[in-house]
């Protein structure tokens, strides 16, 4: 069973001529068919903790481990990374000019897979799936990202996560900007992946709007550069009603 | 209605903005069109037709020093059955029908060439295999002038490619007859150091359609002016321009287009990719539409993906309208960036890094090596693409 483990997690950013550390030392395992959220408020550092273990090059590891069944994470390549089934869903996915989302996902998940996908059973797995995300097949001769509105950018992304079937799934803020229409698609999408039990989902959202459409088995909340406390559903309960006060203002946050 | 608008606009990279003069193609020219080279000062650099070109590397063709050697370049030229292939003199008078000289290396070519190449495909003749002119460099300087002539309703597809290592100021003249249809494929595949300049000027006749791909990818410093001009209503020119600018290379690309007819289309799209320390493209298309030509429709288009820090692009699109009564006249340009972001979004779904600027730059020309229409030309283009991105890795 895959598992996901980050140890003791340090990661610095440079900004404005200065080192600034974001994540003081996060611990976290998420396994396969597990649903974690992680919930904060901003500048928290969850989507600094998202995109380091996709290994966004502004980031720097000072301290800590990532494995992912016992393989080095951090030692890995972006391209290795995604390859070993890491998954990540940006909050702001980038256009691509010039490259269209079909030929996008195909070399995609021919890269994933190892090989190239069979045209004819690609082409229907393609249509199947965005026909579940409610998306026109014209969708697909557009160019990646490019002139997307903020629903279609988050359908594209979850497109790819039912088509490249990691093994941890990070979703960074995938329910920000999304009516209830879209939030309900993207959130069944999102269900339809971890009904087939074989991946581990990393939720990272700022509101607790989502949890009505897709049940974490554990919650985290984020303050300070890590996760000031864990629990099961009844924390985002918590969260609903109290906000994020306790953990900002409290001194948790260091 | 009569009053000249004109619309400049700029688009560069690197923090530098290119804007079109406030003048028009004619003024903006330092002497009017000649054959003659001695109607044309010497360039200083700061002229508008001059200003984006590195003088001291055109290797005395601007001024009058170069010298054409022994060994220049050598032509040779491949025609399907039917098609007439001749070396004339200075005098023929078929040289230079298509249009005059309008800077000095292009009239410094046609003062300098001894001989000219002409090739005649007779009225209604139609060649189902394409016309294949080679000119490889030898190591020296030349001057050259070649002829394209088709014959009413007559229908070829001509390659001309450039490859080795010359310094070469050449004209073409292509004249398209009633109802022909050219198309014609001109590849700038220069070895690093080679100097090439030149004018491609069509005459498009009634009726007739002239297709034009302009793909450069090698030489120190290349220079070229495609023009249109219209001998009668009803014609139809489509510019297709590829550039793949390196680390250090110089390839500018001066269009014209002169709507001096009613009735007539015109399409121009240009799309370069550039990538290393001081790659330099630049990219300046105008459009006239004379008081006369009512009908016109014409767009011109040009983009750049620039692939690396260090790269310059200097794209200007300037569209002269004399009349209204037009069906559409329309313009765009646009520099992008291939950036880290984009790197990463692609390496965050398993793409290692050299496929993923593959896939960017080949999806980028793609939309242009399509329309070839030529196999071998389509495949090698994209086997060039290929070469010039894994040697910047």
Redesign the interface.
Known sequence: MATLEIRDLHVTVEADNATKEILKGVDLTVKQGETHAIMGPNGSGKSTLAYSLAGHPKYTITEGTVTLDGEDVLEMSVDERARAGLFLAMQYPVEVPGVSVSNFLRTSATAIRGEAPKLRTWIKEVKEAMQNLNMDPSFAERNVNEGFSGGEKKRHEILQLELLKPKIAILDETDSGLDVDALRVVSEGVNRVRETGEVGTLLITHYTRILRYIKPDQVHVFAGGRIAESGGPELADKLEAEGYEAYTKGGVSA | MAEAQNIPVGSTTAGQIAVAAESTVATRMSAPPSFDVADFPVPHGREEEWRFTPLERLRGLHDGTAVATGTGVKVDVQAPEGVTVETVGRDDARIGKAGTPVDRIAAQAFSAFEKAGVITVPKETVLTEPIRVAVHGEGGIAYGHQVVELGAFAEAVVVIDHTGDAVLAANVDYVLGDGAKLTVISVQDWDDKAVHVGQHNALIGRDATFKSFVVTFGGDLVRLHPRVAYAGPGGEAELFGLYFTDAGQHQEHRLLVDHNTPHCKSNVAYKGALQGEDAHAVWIGDVLIEAKAEGTDTYEMNRN?VLTDGARVDSVPNLEIETGEIVGAGHASAT?RFD???L??????????D?ARR???R????ELVQQIGVDDIEERLLVKIDEELEASV
Do not use: N, S, T
């Not at chain 2, 390496?347 to 890094?353: K, S, T, Y």
């Open positions: 993906l992008g880290d972001e984009q990463f979004y692609l390496m965050a779904r398993g793409i290692p890094a496929e896939l960017v730059v999806g980028f020309f793609a």
